[in-house]
């Protein structure tokens, strides 16, 4: 957060304790005199330094008997401005007066949520196009993790976005991933296994036989030593998609910290130089390379393809100059997760609930891998 928004979020509010108030608790006045805001949050700000009485410290606890000058640094809360236009570069790949189509770095979150309320691509489509403050969701349709790469369609007006909606509703959009995955798969082949919550840990998702219907098309463009370059194709979009379906296969994704096994980086089977490639890779090596949909004002079939995100370049030319293995033969696995599930923070790939219907009662945003 810059200096300017976090100034921004403060607000100063001097007070001053009534008699009638006298003998009660600090937090407990101050709950009369600010009653929008909570008593556990007032508490907060008391034990943060941010409320002063007579111009020093206190605590909860401490009693106020009238006539007390009390200074509360007031915290606003930072999803107030989870809709504000920022400044934010962006890769526009295609645009006109309908829609707008970007390659979203790694990195960048696509919607705001709890702890990623700035600096998400919707806060820079409100700055490019402030037209879109009208349109829902800012026009965004369907979404990318925030550690994958790639092209994102976003509506500029209500009705291509509802026009958009219903495309991907009908399956009749075009999505082509790029995958790096550990292990050497030997053949093409379809994961059709639907996906719910991991009902372990609900920031996760899982092949769950209540969950959606999930299918997801990959081919083998490469195979190495000891990891496999695969397209991806999706044929729905649910949230983590391609990389829980790359974990059912016992071949997650190269830098998935999530749905990646412990120990499966199989050191002694790679050279010095693909290991530094690998610790260097700081992401899920997930690229979404191809998309191809409906224009909603003209009715003609388009499609767009960008270069493979750099990084992945990096890591594919380091794979390529190891031996490619003579067998079948893979590296054990182990079913272990690489973090117990208490370890998984809530980020934006929870972004909306699938089971918030009110939430998503005017649009069925797609989740996409």
């Not at 820079?124 to 550690?147: M, N, S, W, Y």
């Not at 509703?169 to 994961?191: D, H």
């Not at 272990?336 to 009662?361: K, Q, V």
């Amino acid at each position: 957060m810059t200096d300017a928004t976090q100034q921004s979020l403060n607000n100063l509010i001097p007070l001053t304790i009534s008699s009638d108030l006298g003998g009660l608790r600090l937090d407990v006045a101050l709950q009369r005199l600010l009653p929008e805001h909570s008593r556990s949050r007032l508490q907060a700000w008391i034990k943060s330094g941010l409320v002063t009485v007579d111009g020093q410290p206190s605590t909860s606890k401490t009693k106020v008997w009238g006539g007390e000058k009390v200074l509360v640094d007031v915290q606003v809360k930072p999803e107030t401005y989870a809709f504000t236009a920022q400044d934010i570069p962006l890769d526009i790949v295609y645009e006109d007066e309908h829609i707008l189509v970007v390659n979203k770095p790694a990195g960048m979150v696509v919607h705001p949520a709890a702890g990623n309320w700035e600096g998400t691509l919707l806060n820079a489509l409100l700055f490019h196009a402030p037209q879109l403050q009208d349109v829902p969701r800012a026009g965004i349709v369907h979404r990318l993790d925030k550690e994958t790469s790639g092209l994102l369609v976003v509506a500029k007006t209500l009705s291509a976005q509802t026009n958009l909606v219903r495309q991907l509703q009908a399956r009749t959009v075009k999505r082509e991933y790029r995958a790096i995955v550990w292990g050497q798969l030997w053949r093409n082949g379809v994961v059709d296994q639907p996906l719910g919550r991991d009902p372990r840990s609900r920031t996760k998702m899982a092949i769950n036989r209540m969950g959606k219907p999930a299918v997801t098309r990959y081919e083998i463009l490469e195979r190495f030593s000891v990891q496999t370059y695969l397209r991806c194709n999706l044929e729905t979009g649910r949230t983590h998609q391609i990389r829980v379906h790359m974990q059912h296969l016992k071949a997650p994704l190269v830098g998935d910290p999530v749905y990646g096994f412990r120990g499966i980086v199989p050191i002694r089977a790679m050279t010095q130089t693909l290991r530094d490639a690998v610790s260097q890779f700081n992401r899920q090596a997930l690229h979404a390379i191809k998309l191809g949909l409906v224009h909603p004002a003209t009715n003609e079939f388009m499609e767009w393809q960008i270069e493979l995100a750099d990084d992945m370049k990096v890591l594919l030319e380091a794979m390529r100059h190891e031996d490619v293995r003579d067998d079948e033969e893979d590296f054990e696995l182990s079913m272990e997760p690489y973090l117990s599930d208490e370890d998984y923070e809530y980020d934006d790939e929870d972004l909306f609930d699938d089971g918030d219907e009110e939430d998503d009662a005017d649009l069925d945003l797609e989740d996409d891998a």
